[in-house]
């Protein structure tokens, strides 16, 4: 499956905005999907994550209850709409695909997924 991240640009605190991942060469359906992001100069973090059939869903501390993912497997589209916007929120957001998770805590962990999207880059400014 090919995945392509969209929706980045620059906003400002408290400013709200929407990312979209696009999946392509198979059903979306097939994949557990988790969003992560890499701020300059910092490792890879985990954001969020949705199961196949969006029945479970699973935030970081740090944007949980401002953040909210959500999928559409009819369009094989997975979204990450985030509010309240905070400079530290400032990052390249990658979305991911997994064929299955290990554990309930498996989401967060970058190694638990198979393919990996192109970024697309958030500026908040405060």
């Known amino acids: 499956v090919q995945l392509q991240a969209s929706g980045g640009g620059l906003v400002q605190a408290g400013d709200s905005l929407k990312l979209s991942c696009a999946a392509s060469g198979r059903p979306l359906s097939m994949y557990v999907m988790g969003w992560f992001r890499q701020a300059p100069g910092k490792e890879r973090e985990f954001v969020a994550a949705?199961?196949?059939?969006?029945?479970?869903?699973k935030y970081a501390d740090s944007v949980r209850g401002r953040f909210t993912t959500s999928r559409d497997n009819s369009n094989n589209r997975v979204y990450l709409q985030m509010n309240s916007l905070k400079a530290e929120d400032t990052a390249v957001y990658s979305c991911a695909a997994a064929s299955s998770i290990y554990g309930p805590s498996g989401y967060g962990y970058a190694n638990q997924y198979d393919y990996w999207g192109q970024g697309t880059l958030v500026t908040v400014s405060s």
């Open positions: 949705i199961n196949k059939s969006a029945y479970i869903t």
